[in-house]
């Protein structure tokens, strides 16, 4: 059992609370991603999970042991680090057992687990060179095998690919994805790139302000988002929120000045008295200016993007982005028409939760993810 259950975790750095009451359970198994901004405490739990920092607060059990108090190496974890922390003057081969060495496990089975780790990750051919004879990409690989031949109940990985260029990135999330669900072991992977987190994870923690804002799969934290922050984190681009006021007797709202009937879902949102909308790009549709029932504005600049175009448009004081079909294009300061369907839009309360959720019955969330990484 690789579970790891976290309690009620707070951390502080002379007086600065960085985590906040966290209680999180990752289940065995599982590939859980921490998702967030630059300061958000992700790194930090990553830590503590580890042992490398101690909580000011709260419990920390690995495949049920409390290990809250217990230094690294009596975790049963193993740690992939952004720098991949290599040994230079071993050999891979020696990189590789070094986990073994320490635990004086018998020279003979040392030699055989390496070859056997080196083999599932086809590196068997740079045994007997040195890091520096290494690219990045077999680099990240070998750390990932001195990682896998201690055979830990949990892997915790740090940014392991922000190091890598950008293609190379996108080649070993699918390695390193492939082979957790080969090995099964629990992985908690920590990033602020949401492209790695959508596309690797079968649960996201995102995180902010050292508290958890939703946990759940990535589907559902992009098509669902359990408030203002998330959907406007998750997403590229990210999701559209613009100020709303509730219009009563036309059952809808008022959007940069256009009134926006909303049918069944005003019922919702007036109850909820909600005071912005969401809507993303793929879900809004540009029409002739004028156009009854849309909101009026104007073109900002055209982005095309290949097979489609992206299109910002100025609604008043806010901004918006708009998917249009390929081979779309018009003058800056065109006037346009914004269509948004009730259906496909989020509505959020005053304090940022969100009141309403998007429907997802004529868009399934599989494709709005899809488009997303497309």
Same mark, same amino acid.
């Given at each position: ?128 060179? %040195?890091?520096?004879? @290494? /690219? *990045? #990409?077999?680099? +990240?690989?070998? =750390? ?7 055979? $830990? !109940? ?48 079968? %649960?996201?923690?995102? @995180? /902010? *302000? #050292?508290?958890? +804002?939703?946990? =759940? ?7 669902? $988002? !359990? ?61 002739? =200016? ?85």
């Amino acid at each position: 059992m690789g579970e790891v259950v976290l309690s009620e975790i707070s951390k502080e750095f002379d007086g600065l609370r960085v985590l906040e009451d966290l209680d999180l359970r990752v289940e065995d198994g599982a590939f859980v991603v921490l998702l967030g901004p630059s300061g958000c405490g992700k790194s930090t739990l990553l830590r503590i999970i580890a042992g490398l920092e101690r909580p000011t607060a709260g419990r920390v059990v690995i495949a049920g042991q409390d290990v809250t108090h217990r230094p690294p190496r009596g975790r049963d974890i193993a740690m992939v680090f952004q720098s991949y922390a290599l040994y230079p003057h071993l050999t891979v081969a020696e990189n590789i057992a070094y986990p073994l060495k320490v635990r004086k496990v018998d020279p003979a089975k040392r030699a055989d687990a390496v070859l056997r780790v080196a083999r599932s990750l086809e590196v068997d051919h740079l045994l007997q060179r %040195r890091p520096r004879q @290494l /690219s *990045g #990409g077999q680099r +990240q690989r070998i =750390a990932l095998a001195r990682a896998i031949i201690r055979e $830990p !109940a949990a892997f915790l990985m740090d940014e392991p690919l922000s190091n890598l260029d950008a293609k190379l990135r996108i080649t070993m999330r699918a390695e390193i994805k492939r082979l957790q669900q080969r090995l099964g072991t629990t992985t908690i992977y920590v990033t602020h790139d949401q492209v790695e987190a959508l596309t690797m994870a079968d %649960r996201v923690c995102l @995180l /902010s *302000g #050292g508290r958890v +804002q939703q946990y =759940a799969p990535p589907q559902e934290v992009f098509d669902r $988002p !359990a408030n203002r922050f998330v959907a406007e984190f998750v997403g590229n681009p990210p999701m559209n929120v613009l100020d709303v006021a509730l219009d009563p007797h036309g059952a809808g709202v008022v959007v940069a000045g256009s009134p926006v009937p909303l049918g069944d879902r005003y019922r919702a949102c007036a109850d909820a008295g909600v005071s912005h909308v969401g809507v993303r790009a793929r879900d809004l549709e540009l029409v002739p =200016a004028g156009t009854p029932g849309t909101v009026s504005g104007s073109v900002y600049v055209v982005e095309p993007l290949g097979d489609e175009v992206f299109v910002d448009v100025q609604l008043g004081e806010a901004r918006v982005s708009v998917r249009a079909p390929r081979g779309w294009t018009a003058a800056p300061g065109s006037p346009i028409g914004v269509r948004v369907d009730p259906a496909r839009a989020c509505f959020f309360t005053s304090d940022g939760a969100t009141a309403v959720h998007r429907s997802t019955e004529d868009s399934p969330i599989g494709k709005e993810v899809e488009g997303i990484l497309s």
